[in-house]
């Protein structure tokens, strides 16, 4: 398992619900949680390690030591309340920030792994996190959100990330789509 990079398709795959929690989902929620900490990372997605199912992880203070470590299974961000400007990064565009407009508040309905339902209103990083997580699992990233004057001052990174994709994919890093998509479908009849 890795974590995958803009563009990767699987970053633009639209991700069905879980429904059903198994041992390797536990395994492969402990592996993402090692990622995102050598990542130095707050929230992971499945999509960015190329899973196309509904769940996202975070810990707030990106240490295992500190902190708490939370599971989201089929996200549901609602009740949005204030607008808030604030700087984002992702591990799937690394080095790239931007400032990215949304609501200050929200609430978040999933489950945790144990089946526990989460219903809370989260604010500040919390709420940041959890929307930009749950906008990976729409297929959705924060650059698609920045203002069109700040995507402009991106479009040099985003072509290097695009060369450094493409180089890949030629020298077989990387699967053709064809594969990609077969292979996401593989879990979804799993999983979804
Ligand atoms: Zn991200």
């Not at 407009?101 to 309905?109: F, S």
């Not at 996190?129 to 004057?149: A, C, N, Y």
């Amino acid at each position: 398992m890795e974590i995958i990079t803009y563009p990767h398709p699987t970053l633009r795959h639209k991700s069905k619900p879980i429904r059903r929690v198994d041992t390797a989902l536990r395994e492969i929620v402990r592996e993402m949680f090692k990622l995102m900490y050598e990542a130095r990372g707050v929230g992971l997605a499945a999509n960015q390690v190329d899973l196309p199912i509904r769940l996202f992880i975070a810990n707030l203070e990106a240490d295992p030591e500190k902190g708490e470590e939370m599971v989201f299974i089929n996200p549901v961000v609602s009740m949005p309340k204030g607008t808030e400007e604030n700087e984002e990064g992702c591990l799937s565009l690394p080095g790239l920030y931007g400032n990215v407009v949304r609501p200050k508040k929200v609430r978040i309905n999933a489950y945790n792994l144990q089946g526990e339902e989460i219903n809370t209103d989260v604010d500040g990083l919390f709420s940041r996190v959890v929307q930009h997580e749950t906008d990976h699992l729409d297929g959705v990233l924060f650059i698609d959100r920045m203002t069109e004057s700040a995507k402009v001052e991106i479009e040099g990174e985003l072509d290097v990330f695009e060369t450094e994709f493409n180089s890949r994919r030629e020298t077989g890093g990387i699967p053709d789509n064809d594969a990609i998509a077969a292979r996401l479908n593989d879990w979804e009849a799993k999983y979804c």
